[in-house]
């Protein structure tokens, strides 16, 4: 049922997302670092600011907020034990053939077209930055399902917006 009052909790959603990446490790720079890395070789004198300012604006998007917060809680509620099972387990293992957590990146990529998606797809092939850390990271205590694969979507978005402001 759709609530009239209920206005979309905006800042809310970006506070969530920012804070359960940060103790998570990750910051908006880190994604930044990974956008930044996949334009400069296209972009003569990219501005690491400017890929900074672009990645807190994906960030801002509902469409990032949903599955971002989605995914991250996913993981959350694996890490914690409070995911009943099979789906504990599959999240817990990364299981190969779940694809949920690509489907929620796919998503997040896809906001700005087929590059965002095709650079996701190189992003999640080849493991940079913090990704790559996370991913590495198989602590059975720690899931990362997720988040690693939200990571490089939102990198890719921001990839993304940014071929398109210069072709």
């Known amino acids: ?12 959603a970006f506070e969530y997302v920012t804070n359960a990446l940060a103790a998570r490790g990750v910051t908006y720079k880190d994604i930044a670092d990974i956008a930044y890395q996949m334009q400069s070789n296209f972009i003569d004198d990219l501005d690491i600011k400017e890929v900074q300012k672009d990645t807190i ?6 469409e990032v907020l949903n599955n971002a917060m989605v995914g991250l809680e996913l993981d959350r ?17 990364d299981a190969g053939v779940f694809g949920v957590d690509e489907g929620l990146a796919l998503s997040i990529a896809n906001i700005y077209g087929t590059i965002g998606v095709t650079n996701y797809g190189y992003i999640d092939r080849n ?13 059975e205590h720690v899931s990362n399902t997720f988040i690693d694969d939200l990571i490089g979507a939102i990198a890719s978005a921001v990839s993304a917006k940014i071929a398109h402001r210069y072709s």
């Open 57 to 62: 604006s994906v960030l801002h998007k509902r």
């Open 77 to 93: 509620l694996a890490t914690e034990g409070q995911l009943s099972e099979p789906l504990e387990a599959i999240i817990r293992n």
């Open 127 to 139: 493991k940079v930055g913090i990704i790559k850390k996370l991913d590495e990271d198989k602590n």
């Open 1 to 12: 049922m759709n609530n009239k009052q209920f206005k979309y909790p905006d800042t809310a």
